[in-house]
């Protein structure tokens, strides 16, 4: 680990630390289970151990930044066998994710700051300095990745959008001045393989290229009783390219593209009155989820004697098909709306439904900044703007199930006689967004620092209602909406950010400060607001207004002996944050808005290195939510929906030799979920949820074979509720062996 570019009183705090008799791990892992060990780390007078984050915009160390960062490198990666965001997260305090019925919706809590369906992300994730467009970017297979780091609590003035919970910073591997590569090879009990790698090396003086990618194709896990065969299966293939250009000392060109293909079932819900009930899958339709993303991006930096000028452009596109069965997702002779059909029409004329939704999003976006050299001494300093133009699309409906299969619906009702549309709405819009942004620090001493960033994000929502009219839902007293009408939006709002930080020693970092995260509005589909009113639901309407989270946070970090401390803790007014609700008449998935809610929590993590190569680690947060204000006034007192009460976890890792030429890894991980209630009105609630993920390994020449096992004791439950009913189930037990190999 290099620390060229750190501030000049973290080098002489880390010069100090290299020849302590404390320093055996340092902060690798101050606020990450087991989170950046090195298999065979030096000596600590030889090399530190200590970790380089670069989420506050500069590059320090792990102990000596004042926020809570959670930080794998690239051996930790390994070592944990993170895979996609789920497996990080997992291993993260205070940080939940929510997987549902198909890829693109995959739910970030932060917390207590929540994220749902067609909602802006509740965190800004950046990869290769390059900031995610769409959530439904984020659910990705991870691979030849170096570092990811969360940092928790509001980011606004750091990062802007969507940073209202934090932000998640991924690097990928970076071309190497020699030709190098790696390669896994993999199987899994879901009669499924998988393949990852990649290879760097120098094209011409000054050119560097990397080239990367992973295929995974699995049968899947869950069973579809009804059919007969497993719901789930997954094909997933991924590329990634780079090519790095050091014209000259001073200007670099780093341009990347990456290709996302997958192709999954969807939809297999089903409907319980508990989220703690699990029942088995039976829809008749397998459903079909196909989603592909496209991104290229260009990052031209010119470091200057004074300055360094940093430009990133990036376009993206993503498309993603889903279809499956509806409501109540049973056999056609066995559901609700063939049985309420053929109670009106009479008997031999009842039908069921299926249902599609058809999402299309291109999106440009470029951000300049100028920032003084990492060098610069005591005081440091960063000005810059952001735009971002996005068109997007958007059909949901629901279509006649005859028995022929769900028939994709994309940008138009459909004529197929095999599949008779019922209900449909469509939208487009198109969304334009800036932002302005100044960040600086200054170090007093050694021991005393200040960091004030502000930020300044005003977005521009216009969306057209491309519904036919005949498909436009009409309820008496409300005003029905017509094809073809504009309707626009703007939302913005100033985000600042203040943290003072005390050093007392080298050991320990005391930080405290105020935050302001905002996260835009938008629009619903035209037409919910009416439906809402038709089905007695308050708070849902047409539009969905933005959110803010104001948070005071202090927080501790400490190396004692071998044991390394961390504690936080916060307190969050948020104002319209989101709720969900499912309208089954048109499929539509909506958001409504809470206007107030106070997020109470902390975090107490610690870790330590027992023996040689062998640490363990534990860690404890606590999220307490209250709902202050909604219209219906039986919510208020209510736990906010989707907020895990507590996250608990235990782990502990061997990583080092067990002979002079092998290597060995035996790694057990255990996180408990505590309690979690899904809508603003508390109806249900899910139980605790504990999961044990294992691995075991060796390490010769280069080649390594471990064994791996997530939610080792198939714990089965629910991994979301919607109202209405809906459950999704967890993935159960996996379980497999991979090979690896590094040259």
């Known amino acids: 680990m290099k620390f060229s570019g750190l501030s000049r009183s973290a080098k002489n705090r880390l010069g100090r630390k290299a020849v302590s008799t404390t320093a055996i791990a340092a902060a690798t892992i101050v606020t990450a289970p087991l989170a950046a060990q090195d298999t065979a780390a030096a000596p600590a007078a030889e090399e530190s151990d200590e970790i380089v984050v670069t989420s506050l915009r500069r590059s320090e160390t792990l102990q000596d930044t004042p926020a809570a960062v959670t930080a794998f490198d690239s051996q930790a990666i390994q070592n944990a066998g993170i895979e996609r965001p789920a497996d ?107 393949l990852r790698g990649g290879i760097s090396g120098p094209l011409a003086e000054n050119v560097k290229f990397r080239i990367a990618g992973s295929w995974y194709d699995t049968n899947g896990f869950i069973p579809n009783t009804f059919l007969g065969e497993d719901a789930d299966p997954v094909q997933d293939f991924s590329l990634r390219g780079n090519l790095l250009i050091e014209a000259t000392d001073q200007l670099t060109f780093d341009l990347r593209a990456s290709v996302n293909q997958l192709r999954t079932q969807g939809l297999y819900y089903n409907i319980v009155g508990d989220v703690n009930t699990i029942a088995p899958v039976r829809v008749n339709n397998p459903g079909q989820n196909d989603r592909d993303i496209y991104n290229v991006a260009l990052k031209i930096e010119y470091a200057g004697d004074n300055a360094v000028f940093t430009s990133v452009s990036s376009y993206d596109t993503l498309s993603e098909i889903l279809t499956g069965d509806a409501f109540d997702f049973l056999p056609i002779e066995e559901s609700f709306f063939f049985n309420l059909f053929e109670g009106i029409f009479g008997a031999g004329n009842g039908f069921d439904l299926t249902q599609s939704q058809y999402l299309n999003v291109k999106a440009f976006s470029q951000e300049v900044r100028l920032a003084s050299p990492e060098d610069s001494g005591r005081f440091n300093w960063m000005v810059g703007g952001y735009l971002i133009d996005t068109t997007r699309f958007i059909s949901t409906g629901n279509t006649i199930d005859t028995g022929n299969g769900a028939l994709p619906v994309f940008r138009s009702p459909s004529t197929n006689p095999l599949n008779p549309q019922f209900s449909f709405l469509s939208d487009g819009q198109e969304n334009f967004a800036w932002a302005l942004f100044a960040n600086a620090g200054y170090e007093f001493s050694d021991q005393l620092r200040v960091d004030a960033s502000l930020r300044y994000d005003r977005d521009r929502r216009r969306q057209t209602t491309l519904t036919p009219q005949g498909f436009l839902p009409n309820v008496p007293g409300v005003p029905q909406a017509q094809s073809g009408e504009v309707r626009t939006a703007t939302f913005d709002d100033w985000q600042p950010k203040i943290t003072l930080t005390y050093e007392p020693t080298p050991d320990l970092t005391i930080y405290g400060g105020y935050s302001r ?205 919607s109202p209405g009913g809906f459950v999704f189930r967890a993935r159960p037990a996996r379980y497999g062996v991979e090979v690896g190999y590094k040259f």
């Open 517 to 721: 995260g905002f996260r835009s509005g938008g629009f619903n589909q035209t037409g919910v607001g009416a439906e809402s009113v038709n089905a007695g639901i308050v708070g849902v309407g047409d539009l969905f207004l933005a959110e803010t989270a104001d948070t005071f946070e202090v927080g501790a970090k400490a190396q004692v002996g071998p044991v390394r401390l961390a504690a936080a803790a916060y307190t969050t007014k948020s104002e319209n944050s989101y709720f969900f609700v499912f309208l089954a008449q048109s499929s539509t998935q909506n958001l409504g808005n809470i206007p107030e809610t106070r997020i109470n929590g902390f975090e107490v993590e610690a870790s330590a290195e027992l023996f040689p190569d062998f640490d363990v680690n534990a860690a404890l947060g606590v999220t307490d939510s209250e709902i202050e204000d909604f219209p219906d006034a039986s919510v208020i007192g209510n736990e906010a929906p989707q907020i895990s009460r507590y996250t608990l976890n235990l782990g502990a890792q061997y990583a080092g030799p067990v002979s002079d030429n092998v290597d060995a890894l035996l790694r057990i991980d255990y996180r408990r979920l505590g309690r979690t209630f899904w809508e603003p009105f508390n109806t249900t609630s899910r139980d605790p949820v504990d999961v044990v993920d294992a691995r075991a390994g060796l390490t010769f020449g280069g080649i390594s074979v471990t064994a791996f096992a997530a939610n080792l004791f198939d714990e089965t439950y629910n991994a979301e509720f």
């Open 88 to 194: 990080f997260i997992a291993l993260t305090s205070n940080v939940t994710l929510v997987e549902t019925q198909n890829a693109g919706n995959a739910f970030v809590i932060i917390r207590g700051i929540t994220q749902n369906r067609n909602s802006e992300p509740s965190v800004a994730v950046i990869v290769d300095g390059v900031q995610q467009v769409n959530p439904a970017q984020f659910n990705q297979d991870l691979f030849d990745i170096e570092q990811i780091e969360v940092l928790k609590g509001p980011q606004g003035g750091l990062y802007g959008r969507n940073a209202i919970g934090g932000a998640i910073i991924i690097n990928t591997k970076q071309p190497t001045d020699e030709f190098a590569g790696n390669f896994t090879a993999g199987i899994d009990n879901g009669f499924g393989y998988f």
